[in-house]
């Protein structure tokens, strides 16, 4: 009977160990899937576009000249902006719908923003004078954990 019952005890304490384990990954903040609802899109820290609650408000217009540089932060369902990290698996993707008219290049990890981990931009650069949209995935492993809706991207002289 001793080792039945140590053998209960031995399941018991394994089934209350895994129990545990779910229940703490129930209520940590950092799910293993991005949590993103929306983002937003920043030019010198100034707020530019914001896709939330399925609507895309504002858009973006830049020189068809000149490179800008858009920060990047994606909105979780309280509203608040985080930025998923590329060493648990995220990269956004630029989905652009006219490349004549703008193309996007990701700023890769090397690029120097070293003090600010938190950090995500890309650069558009104008090729032509005219309307086009952006969407904005964002990908986790192989699969689309979040897909914006077409941003509008006004290309001016
Ligand atoms: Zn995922």
């Given at each position: 009977m001793f080792k039945y019952n140590t053998l209960i005890k031995f399941l018991f304490a394994i089934f209350s160990i895994s129990f545990i384990a779910c229940s703490n990954d129930d209520n940590d903040?950092?799910?293993?899937h991005a949590d993103a609802e929306g983002l937003v899109l920043k030019i010198e820290e100034q707020t530019i576009v914001t896709y939330k609650e399925g609507v895309v408000t504002g858009s973006l217009t830049i020189s068809d000249t000149a490179e800008t540089e858009v920060e990047l932060a994606f909105l979780d369902d309280d509203g608040d902006e985080f930025v998923p990290h590329e060493d648990d698996g995220f990269t956004p993707e630029y989905v652009v719908s006219d490349t004549n008219i703008f193309v996007v290049e990701a700023e890769d990890g090397?690029?120097?923003?070293?003090?600010?981990?938190?950090h995500l931009a890309f650069h558009i650069e104008g090729k032509q004078v005219g309307t086009a949209t952006l969407t904005i995935k964002l990908l986790h492993n192989g699969h689309s954990d979040f897909t914006s809706k077409e941003i509008p991207v006004i290309v001016q002289n």
């Open positions: 903040e950092k799910h293993d090397e690029h120097n923003h070293s003090s600010e981990e938190t």
